[in-house]
């Protein structure tokens, strides 16, 4: 079992107190807190190893190109990558799904190709491939969702055609707490040739991933979901599909050789890294996974499911309590509305209280359509949540629900 209470004095935000009360951080899937190990790393970095990488002949730079290739071979090992070559540092999810989009629809797409990506997908999964759309005149398919906030299987079978390149999913929602069952969803489209992007800004902070094992062709995420600093991301993909794709933007680092004319760009993953690295936030990311993968990602994924079994139970002892999502695969993440009272309201009144939670479309505006609301609360929960915790939350949903 996790010892939180001493978890939690690694996170010294989490004592803060706002309005006068304890405050309770609940909007983990918007950004998670930082342990002290994590800046602590980012202020010895500037302060004792900080050089330019990969030019200098000198200590300090071949000091610092060390820890930040370091840091690449652990999120190699953190994903289960086969190459550390594989792993290309963005500043995060959204733009390494960026990158996938323009490269890949550059390199492998023609214009009525087609992308399948689900209603259920974070705005930074959508918007890259419309402007691909609007660009390249490629199409985009969607896979619907149940009631549940499932995705519907079937109708995804039913959406290839000889004319799909890739589809594009994520692994867990941000609103609706799913987790896809993205091995099948890969196994299905590999059986036809495609191959798949997964978005895991949601899943890689709180659930085991291992990309050799789901066999995906791309995986993203955020280091600032996991614990990571803010403007540091992960795009893996497998070599033979970074090798076919041109690269997202150019400058030093990218190259081998530059002439006016020709300019023969260098080799994995530094094509796709143009201009200095964050190899400051390349090392703390590091050290945000060290620190998961010491308390061990399956006991914070267990849990973190016993937060969300206790927090669905207590929040539904509510009148005119609706959960937004209901799979039977759900991660910690709660979207929810009580009677008529606006998001707004009930996420400002919570507030007052000392309680952070989320309010809004979440940036999933086609999902909020397809429930037929505007926006949801939402209380996202990670490994230093408490039970306790999520009492003061049911209590002030109460208390909110009494003041209407
Ligand atoms: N995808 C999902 C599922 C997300 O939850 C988020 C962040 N809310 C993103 C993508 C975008 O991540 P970032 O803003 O860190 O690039």
Excluded at 38 to 58: L, Q, S
């Amino acid at each position: 079992m996790l010892n939180i209470n001493k978890i939690r004095e690694d996170f010294p935000i989490l004592s803060k107190k706002v309005y006068d009360k304890q405050l309770v951080y609940l909007d983990n899937a918007a950004t998670t807190q930082k342990p002290r190990q994590v800046v602590e790393k980012i202020e010895n970095g500037y302060y004792n190893v900080n050089a330019n990488v990969h030019r200098g002949v000198h200590f300090l730079s071949q000091e610092a190109t060390e820890a930040h290739e370091g840091a690449r071979r652990t999120v190699q090992r953190f994903l289960n990558a086969r190459s550390s070559n594989e792993i290309i540092f963005t500043r995060g999810t959204t733009e390494a799904i960026n990158l996938v989009a323009s490269g890949f629809t550059e390199g492998c797409m023609q214009a009525g190709d087609e992308v399948i990506v689900s209603v259920m997908e974070h705005h930074s999964n959508i918007v890259p491939w419309q402007l691909e759309a609007a660009r390249k005149g490629i199409a985009i398919k969607v896979i619907p969702v149940n009631d549940r906030g499932e995705l519907d299987m079937d109708a995804y079978r039913a959406l290839f055609s000889e004319r799909t390149r890739l589809v594009s999913v994520t692994h867990v929602s941000n609103v609706l707490g799913t987790i896809n069952p993205v091995k099948e969803i890969i196994a299905e489209a590999h059986g036809r040739e495609v191959p798949v992007l997964i978005d895991g800004a949601q899943s890689v902070p709180h659930i085991a991933v291992d990309v050799q094992e789901l066999d995906a062709d791309f995986y993203t995420f955020s280091a600032h979901k996991i614990y990571g600093p803010t403007g540091m991301g992960v795009l893996y993909g497998k070599e033979e599909w970074l090798d076919r794709i041109p690269p997202y933007q150019g400058g030093g680092e990218m190259i081998a050789t530059v002439t006016f004319e020709k300019t023969v760009f260098n080799e994995l993953p530094y094509k796709f890294e143009a201009g200095t690295p964050d190899y400051i936030g390349s090392t703390a990311l590091a050290e945000a996974l060290d620190y998961v993968s010491a308390i061990g990602i399956d006991k914070i994924a267990a849990y973190e499911h016993e937060l969300l079994t206790y927090a669905t139970q207590r929040l539904k002892e509510i009148d005119g309590m609706r959960i937004f999502g209901e799979a039977e695969q759900k991660s910690g993440v709660i979207s929810f509305l009580v009677g008529d009272i606006h998001h707004y309201d009930m996420g400002m009144l919570l507030d007052r209280l000392g309680i952070a939670v989320r309010t809004g479309h979440h940036c999933a505006q086609p999902l909020m359509q397809r429930f037929g609301i505007e926006g949801t609360v939402r209380a996202s929960f990670a490994f230093y949540n408490t039970k306790e915790e999520i009492d003061i939350l049911a209590e002030g949903i109460e208390r909110v629900r009494k003041m209407f």
